[in-house]
């Protein structure tokens, strides 16, 4: 849900006698609402709406999902400050004009023409002024992390890229911590075949055994079968793919057998809803814990992300003690949580 609506009236003094009004003053409903400001930066109502509509487009869902609005509200805020620590920092802007030049004629060109570009722009309600922010907005955010970060020292700032490493014992009590995260259950490659039985089971009958028979010497006769008579759909395009019988419902009719199958192995028949079916376990993954060697590389990143938003955290906190932030009060508290770390509000736009 957005934020509950506002309409400010401004009235001319009570006092003033109508004829001496000027032609702007009377009654007038504002159509926007302030919600935040980060120094001499200002961000609207209207700027998230429009912000929510191409996000939720981007994605396919409904601009009103709950918690879009906050989100959307919070990444908008954090820009902010990120571009006052860009001006701040006394980073090139030119720099910045120019790549957001550049993006904009590689997108014209990239749709063909300007009115192109345009009208898939006015789609997802946006605009090229709006778009030209956008980009800005990004590349800044990029920059002032960077020099925060001591990813780029040349743009100057903190260099915090030292502290980010992570150590041989960090990656043991991880991998201690979190052993199961890296066992993997047994998997399948499973291809079904089934035939509607009908008035007449045995014809659908013949067709399995015909496969299985065949499969002793071809090993891929129950494929061919399952691609002329399956009415499986994944079986017969050959895109089953690798799962887990113990989770995945389409063939949890056979997961006894295929706990224990070897690739090649056919199940007996079973007969389900009308049909006659049996699995082919074609191939097989077995269940396997990873070694901490195997493991290190994937917990190393985890480790390393964690530490890069706990680095960005501070960053973030330090530019609010910088600037002068204020929002309505539907949003106190939006900035407390931005790359969850610590417990956020559950209250949503």
């Given at each position: 849900m957005?934020?509950?609506p506002?309409?400010i009236?401004l009235?001319?003094?009570a006092?003033?006698?109508?004829?001496?009004?000027?032609p702007?003053?009377?009654d007038?409903?504002?159509?926007?609402?302030?919600?935040?400001?980060?120094?001499d930066?200002?961000?609207t109502r209207?700027d998230?709406?429009?912000?929510?509509?191409?996000f939720a487009?981007e994605?396919g869902?409904?601009?009103?999902?709950?918690?879009i609005?906050?989100?959307i509200?919070?990444n908008m805020i954090?820009?902010?400050?990120?571009?006052?620590?860009?001006?701040q920092?006394?980073?090139?802007?030119t720099i910045?004009?120019q790549?957001?030049?550049?993006?904009?004629?590689r997108?014209?060109q990239?749709?063909g023409?300007?009115?192109?570009?345009?009208?898939?722009?006015?789609s997802?309600?946006?605009?090229?002024a709006?778009e030209r922010?956008?980009i800005r907005?990004?590349?800044?955010?990029?920059?002032?992390?960077?020099?925060e970060?001591?990813?780029?020292?040349e743009?100057?700032?903190?260099n915090?890229r030292?502290?980010?490493?992570?150590?041989?014992?960090?990656?043991?009590?991880?991998y201690?911590?979190?052993?199961?995260q890296?066992?993997?259950?047994?998997?399948?490659?499973?291809?079904?075949?089934?035939?509607?039985?009908g008035?007449?089971e045995?014809?659908?009958?013949k067709i399995?055994?015909?496969a299985?028979?065949a499969?002793?010497?071809?090993a891929l006769?129950?494929?061919?079968?399952?691609?002329?008579h399956?009415?499986?759909?994944?079986?017969?395009?050959n895109?089953?793919?690798l799962?887990d019988?113990a989770?995945e419902g389409?063939v949890?009719?056979?997961?006894?057998?295929?706990?224990?199958a070897?690739?090649?192995?056919?199940?007996?028949?079973?007969?389900?809803?009308?049909?006659?079916?049996a699995?082919?376990?074609h191939?097989?993954q077995?269940e396997?814990?990873?070694?901490?060697?195997?493991?290190?590389?994937?917990i190393?990143?985890?480790?390393?992300e964690?530490?890069?938003?706990?680095?960005?955290d501070k960053a973030?906190?330090?530019q609010?003690k910088?600037c002068?932030?204020?929002?309505?009060?539907?949003?106190?508290?939006?900035?407390?949580?931005?790359?969850?770390?610590?417990?956020?509000?559950?209250e949503?736009?």
């Amino acid at each position: 849900m957005l934020l509950a609506p506002i309409l400010i009236t401004l009235a001319a003094a009570a006092a003033a006698p109508a004829q001496e009004r000027s032609p702007v003053s009377g009654d007038l409903a504002a159509v926007d609402q302030l919600v935040a400001i980060v120094n001499d930066q200002t961000l609207t109502r209207q700027d998230i709406e429009i912000e929510v509509v191409r996000f939720a487009q981007e994605r396919g869902i409904a601009p009103e999902t709950p918690g879009i609005a906050r989100v959307i509200a919070r990444n908008m805020i954090t820009d902010m400050l990120f571009a006052e620590g860009f001006r701040q920092a006394g980073l090139d802007e030119t720099i910045v004009d120019q790549i957001v030049s550049d993006e904009i004629k590689r997108k014209i060109q990239d749709f063909g023409s300007l009115a192109s570009y345009e009208r898939h722009l006015a789609s997802i309600g946006r605009n090229i002024a709006v778009e030209r922010r956008t980009i800005r907005q990004t590349i800044v955010a990029t920059y002032f992390q960077q020099a925060e970060l001591g990813i780029a020292p040349e743009l100057g700032g903190t260099n915090y890229r030292s502290f980010i490493t992570v150590s041989p014992a960090e990656i043991q009590k991880y991998y201690e911590a979190k052993n199961g995260q890296f066992r993997y259950p047994r998997l399948t490659n499973v291809r079904i075949l089934m035939v509607r039985g009908g008035d007449n089971e045995t014809v659908a009958r013949k067709i399995i055994e015909d496969a299985r028979a065949a499969s002793a010497t071809d090993a891929l006769a129950f494929a061919r079968a399952a691609e002329a008579h399956s009415v499986f759909g994944k079986s017969r395009q050959n895109l089953t793919g690798l799962v887990d019988p113990a989770t995945e419902g389409q063939v949890s009719s056979f997961r006894d057998f295929l706990a224990t199958a070897e690739a090649g192995q056919i199940s007996a028949i079973v007969k389900k809803s009308g049909y006659l079916v049996a699995a082919q376990a074609h191939q097989v993954q077995p269940e396997k814990q990873l070694t901490i060697g195997e493991a290190h590389r994937q917990i190393e990143s985890e480790l390393l992300e964690d530490k890069r938003l706990q680095a960005l955290d501070k960053a973030l906190n330090r530019q609010r003690k910088r600037c002068y932030v204020w929002t309505i009060p539907e949003l106190s508290g939006i900035l407390d949580n931005v790359y969850g770390l610590r417990d956020a509000s559950e209250e949503e736009l």
